[in-house]
């Protein structure tokens, strides 16, 4: 990374005349030992000064700095102490530059001394400053300058005056010395850290660094799980809970609730230091210390509002707990508002007013999730008539039984049609671009509108066209699988279909079998399941009346089973397996994902494996295409980000997180919903099969003889 550092002449000028000269002329080698094989100290100017400059223009920097010379150069360095200097603009100064300087103070970090061998950064900015993306920037920048390309080379270490000293020093800029932050190159950018997150960080760290069971938090100024769960084990503490953990769980809101004291009226000051804590990890401003303030009241009660909850004291253990964890209660950018009132009312009807036990606040940003999902599953469950004891966001027995019965009634009672409604918004839109609409969920009319978003979605997910609130199209609505029973024309398996099984797949009004196109494991390994094609089957699927659909699975249950090479060596063995067994041009192979993936797993290797499948059917000439078995979300992203032609949904995972939340993928072949015993020593998975989506293979090429 190349650096602009401006010369000592561009501050010189500001210097006394008589000594402009020395000023401005190249920095003279120190007598004192020199090799910054260290690293970098970080300083700063200096407490607070309302006489001091706010370094509006660049003229005030250069000032600055000439009054920094101006100090230094009748002590022991005889000139300028700082190496280089920077400044909020962005701009980096020569001071003594590569030579030595005298700034880091005496002694030494690990026999390394603090001046021979550390560059001296200042950073021109006071205490009650802070540092803006210009300065961290250009700071990153020099570091690597420093590492990288200087004539004498630093090493990696970037610390703060203070670092063994006695010294406030560099202020604001503590955060940022250390390495692994934004400005150490060898780490990624990650912009201006929260300084009142960081003083939470370090505080609690200082606080509960002996109580039995507490895990440090990272000192970043970032708000993360380790931060929020560091306050819960403080929290834990001071309601004597011990040995503390990284958890709230049933233990800690019983001891909130029955503490029975919203922070207002809290008079241990911990504790309120702690909610002030989370407020600001939460990205709400609060006080900064243990004083419970008119702005931390004012945050608190915003928070109540924002996640649907009146505020008192029924609401706070789960607002506590909310608060100590990294769920969002304030609309996110892409966020829908429809989205956001269905979270609160599950909020204040199903977690406060009921106090359904095994529910949690429902994040409140307006995004469809798991947590979403679920909760709005357990609100059904209610709803039906399952006792508070008894929900658990299972689609059980049940959960299906009260659906059939109380579920399907019509007209639906108020709360379980809003529900109903709900579940249709959170489905929205489905192709060809239906989307519902929010003034539906508010009104018991069976709108126009309503009924033609349910026919669209019926008729999407192949279910029966009714426009109405049945069974089938509530499954269909809560969970990935939907009905598990509805009947289905495909099923996929690791059994060989010979003829007889062939013709018991179509007495069963199976139409189209998925097979898979090889095995990995040699016969003698233990876990070898005798899956792959055998000679002569696919001929024996389609004289049965069926139609076959390949499949390519080497493990793939794990995320090291994903790369580019791999996904290009098994994509180049899928199409010689595919000519082998005949299977013509245009055929549909679809590599499975069968964990559940995910975002971070999709981006990092699930992507990449698909690009590497992609330009191995490419170098043999595109003869076949490839398709993607998944979860809705796995398939989704695949499909529209590496171009799969076809999707296989395993919804029968229902479970999944890239099943909860996420629509249909709009591509979807064949839906995943059951797993189950076909024949004695026989089991298949019962897929529903796309009307107008792939074929299948129906017909094969003449096999060449080696």
């Keep these: 990374m190349t650096v602009t550092i401006r010369p000592r002449s561009t501050w010189a000028a500001y210097v006394p005349r008589h000594r402009r000269g020395h000023a401005a002329a190249p920095p003279r080698p120190s007598l004192n030992a020199w090799d910054p094989v260290g690293g970098v100290f970080l300083h700063h100017r200096g407490p607070a000064d309302a006489a001091a400059t706010n370094y509006s223009s660049e003229t005030d920097c250069l000032r600055d700095i000439a009054a920094i010379y101006a100090e230094d150069v009748t002590g022991p360095c005889g000139d300028i102490s700082f190496n280089f200097l920077v400044c909020r603009h962005g701009l980096v100064y020569q001071g003594r530059g590569y030579e030595r300087g005298e700034a880091n103070g005496d002694g030494a970090i690990d026999t390394i001394d603090r001046n021979g061998g550390f560059y001296a950064i200042a950073a021109l900015m006071r205490a009650n400053h802070t540092a803006g993306e210009l300065m961290l920037r250009s700071l990153r920048d020099l570091v690597q300058h420093l590492r990288d390309e200087a004539p004498r080379r630093t090493g990696t270490r970037i610390l703060p005056h203070s670092f063994g000293a006695t010294t406030d020093c560099p202020g ?30 370090r505080w609690v760290n200082a606080t509960y660094a002996s109580a039995p069971g507490y895990l440090r938090c ?69 006080g900064t210390d243990n004083v419970w303030t008119a702005e931390s009241q004012s945050s608190l009660e915003r928070l109540f509002r924002d ?52 529910m949690t606040l429902v994040p409140c940003d307006g995004r469809t999730s798991r947590d979403l999902q679920n909760g709005l599953l357990m609100a059904v469950q209610y709803e ?13 027995t049940g959960t299906q039984a009260g659906l059939k019965a109380k579920g399907s009634v019509v007209p639906l009672p108020a709360d379980l049609r809003y529900l109903f409604r709900a579940a249709c918004y959170l489905n929205s839109p489905v192709p060809p671009d239906v989307s519902y609409l929010g003034a539906d969920l508010d009104t018991d009319q069976q709108t126009d509108t309503h009924l033609a978003w349910l026919r669209a979605f019926q008729q999407f997910t192949q279910i029966p066209v009714t426009a109405t609130n049945d069974f089938t199209t509530w499954a269909e609505l809560l969970v990935s699988s939907g009905d598990p029973a509805r009947p289905a024309t495909a099923s996929d398996g690791i059994t ?39 000679p002569g089957e696919p001929q024996a ?84 295409t490839f398709g993607v078995y998944g979860s809705r979300n796995v398939c989704t992203r695949v499909s529209r980000e590496v171009g799969a032609t076809w999707s296989m949904v395993a919804a029968m995972s229902w479970g999944y997180s890239g ?32 009307d107008g989506s792939d074929p299948g293979v129906s017909t094969l090429d003449p096999i060449q003889e080696a």
């Design 541 to 624: 699927i389609l004289d049965a009346g069926l139609r076959l659909f390949p499949i390519f699975q080497y493990n793939g249950t794990v995320l090291a089973n994903f790369t580019y090479d791999k996904g290009y060596d098994q994509g180049t063995i899928a199409h010689a397996k595919s000519v082998e067994h005949g299977l013509p041009a245009g055929t549909c192979i679809y590599f499975a994902v069968d964990y559940d993936a995910l975002d971070a797993d999709v981006d990092s290797s699930i992507k990449p494996y698909f690009e590497g499948v992609k330009a191995a059917l490419a170098a043999a000439g595109n003869r076949y």
């Design 172 to 201: 604001n800029l503590l955060v940022y010395a250390q390495p692994g932050s934004t400005i150490d190159p060898a780490a990624a950018w990650s912009g201006t850290a929260d300084l009142n997150v960081f003083a939470a960080q």
């Design 307 to 358: 996640a649907g909850v009146d505020y008192g004291n029924p609401g706070w253990p789960h607002i506590c707990k909310g608060l100590l964890r990294m769920d969002q209660f304030r609309l996110v950018p892409g966020g829908d508002l429809t989205v956001q009132r269905v979270q609160q009312r599950l909020n204040n009807r199903y977690v406060v007013s009921l106090g359904i036990p095994a």
């Design 384 to 396: 039906v008539g399952i006792p508070l004891a008894s929900i658990n966001g299972y689609f059980g």
């Design 496 to 534: 060989e279909i010979t003829a007889a099984r062939g013709q018991a797949l179509f007495a069963a009004g199976y139409r189209l079998v998925g097979r898979y196109l090889d095995e990995h494991l040699p016969p003698t390994d233990p876990y070898y399941l005798g899956k792959a094609l055998k």
């Design 659 to 690: 099943n909860l939340g996420v629509r249909m993928p709009e591509n979807w072949s064949l839906n995943q919903i059951r797993e189950y015993a076909f024949q004695t020593g026989w089991s298949l998975d019962h897929d529903v099969w796309r």
């Design 218 to 286: 990272l000192e970043d100024g970032r708000t993360g799980w380790q931060t929020v769960l560091s306050l819960t084990q403080g929290l834990q503490f001071e309601l004597g809970i011990t040995p503390t953990v990284q958890n709230f769980g049933p233990g800690t809101f019983t001891a909130v609730k029955n503490r029975n004291t919203l922070p207002a009226a809290e008079l241990n000051p911990n504790l309120v230091r702690i909610v002030n804590a989370g407020l600001w990890c939460k990205g709400y401003p609060a």
